[in-house]
């Protein structure tokens, strides 16, 4: 039985990590920002601990971190994540928008990385995993706009390169997953795959995951796609 800690996990891709993992007799470590209202954890059993966590709320982070003191995580998977305003086109994108976006999908997962590295050191599996985006890609970035959501995933991907190189010496493997396009309240009614589907792919690539592959920004199906 592994230990797996999601954050953002009450709904969307998040809850169906939580799912499936339980599905698979893993303990698991749901955060969310508001446990009373999260109905789709609490329909779930199984090895469940749903705490409280605003990804950006430092305080609350190493809060969480101290009542863990005694847990060895093999997985964390920073999940949360926001798109930022939209329309945001060129000509008027508002700068706290932009801050606020930033610190949720970049800075908010390097310091649950930096407060969580001995519990993930002490795994068996000693794996960090970040839900990135595509749109994150330079090299993918062919349609422009979508300033704010594209610099904050290309910032994500960029911490998570150098944890990659930092932590390889506590043998912790770090990779950076692009879940598809996938139809949650983020990707709309219209989006390419149910949330089912991205999480059982990535679930492969995070078991396939080692030390050798670490640091590497994949889509869903285990692909590596251009930074
Ligand atoms: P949803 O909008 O369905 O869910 C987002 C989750 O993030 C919610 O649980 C939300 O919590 C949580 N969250 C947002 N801000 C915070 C915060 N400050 N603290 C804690 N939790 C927070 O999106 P998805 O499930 O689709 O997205 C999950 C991840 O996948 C994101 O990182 C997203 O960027 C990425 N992604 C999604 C794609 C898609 O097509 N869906 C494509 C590419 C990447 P709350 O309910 O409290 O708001």
Redesign the pocket.
Known sequence: MSTILI?????????EFVKQYLGDGDKVIA????PSKAQGLSALSGSLDVLS????DIVRIREVARTLRKTAIDVLIN?????GPRPAPFGSIDLDDWVETVR??AM?PLKICEAFVEHIGSSKQRKIIA?????GSQGDNTSGGSYI?RSS?AALNAVMRSLAVDLEGRKISVAML??????????GAS?AID?EQSVRAMREVIAGLTLASSGRFYNYDGTEIPW
């Open positions: 954050t953002g996990a009450n709904r969307g891709i998040g809850l955060t969310c920002r508001e966590l605003d990804v950006t999940n949360a994540g926001v798109y949720i999908n908010a839900i990135s985006s595509k749109m959501y995933k692009h879940p598809g396009w996938v139809r949650t309240d983020m990707g989006a949330a």
